[in-house]
């Protein structure tokens, strides 16, 4: 039986770790190269960063030795790789495969797409074939509109698509994802956990494994994830502001009867 995952997700900003909240309001929290070693001491299974940058400017404001040089989102990961123990998933501004090609030589292990996959799904079925399925993570921004839907929005939260989040789950499945990131434009920085409608109608329409995300501010809120069908859960803020985040979290999912990896 295949172990439940404990993934931090953590937000790139030009340069600088974030934290966020419904996608709009972002705060500096730190830097991602520092951050990387501390989590390779926790006892986390995957570790992802994305990149939501929506200009050209990398400067992570620091000018010691180390860090001086990681003037763009490829130096980043480039410097963040070679401290990183876990397998590492990059995801922002992939356009193509051979930005992809670029991610996975600057040391990443899988690519998170959103909205170029969106706009073209045949980037998925073509990463897939060069790459393997196990290397495409489609990440998928959706928001509970009022009639109770869950639409898909691309563009950082900011383009609503029409498109049910489990309609085009099932899509990006067909066109060769191998996994799926989930995560709630409602929930996100919010600490009310996650939206389970949301988690449970992907995890159902889909059968590849769905990494909940959004909305985690008390690590009991890991299980109700895993109980709505996901294979992972996921989380950002309760990262930065919690101690001992990785074995809280675990023994709160085992406690809960999850099979976790202590």
């Known amino acids: 039986m295949l172990k439940t995952r404990l993934i931090p997700v953590l937000l790139l900003k030009n340069g600088l770790l974030v934290r966020s909240e419904t996608f709009s309001v972002h705060q500096v929290i730190g830097n991602p190269y520092y951050e990387v070693k501390r989590f390779n001491e926790w006892n986390v299974d995957e570790l992802v960063y994305l990149d939501i940058t929506q200009d050209d400017r990398y400067d992570i404001g620091r000018d010691d030795h180390k860090t001086k040089d990681m003037g763009g989102p490829l130096a980043i990961l480039e410097a963040v790789s ?3 123990f876990m397998p590492l998933t990059w995801g922002g ?16 292990d899988k690519v998170a797409i959103n909205s170029q996959a969106f706009r073209e799904p045949e980037l998925i079925t073509r990463g897939a074939a060069i790459f393997g399925n ?8 959706a928001r509970r509109e009022e009639d109770g839907r869950h639409q898909v929005y691309i563009d950082g939260g900011r383009t609503a698509t029409g498109v049910e989040a489990t309609e085009w789950a099932r899509r990006a499945e ?4 191998g ?3 989930l995560q709630s434009l409602d929930r996100d920085g919010t600490g009310r956990g996650y939206d389970l409608d949301l988690v449970r109608a992907v995890a159902e329409a889909t059968t590849i494994p769905v990494i909940a995300c959004s909305g985690v501010g008390r690590f009991e809120q890991y299980k109700h994830g895993v109980e709505a069908g996901a294979a992972a859960v996921a989380a950002a803020n309760i990262w930065h502001f919690k101690e001992l985040a990785d074995r809280q979290g675990k ?4 406690r809960a009867g999850v099979n976790v990896r202590l």
Do not use: P, W, Y
């Open 82 to 84: 070679k401290t990183c």
């Open 93 to 108: 501004r992939i356009r193509s495969t051979e930005d992809m090609r670029a991610v996975f030589n600057a040391g990443a």
């Open 134 to 141: 196990q290397a495409m993570v489609v990440s998928i921004d």
């Open 174 to 177: 067909a066109h060769g994802a």
């Open 179 to 181: 996994e799926i990131l």
């Open 251 to 254: 023994r709160a999912l085992a």
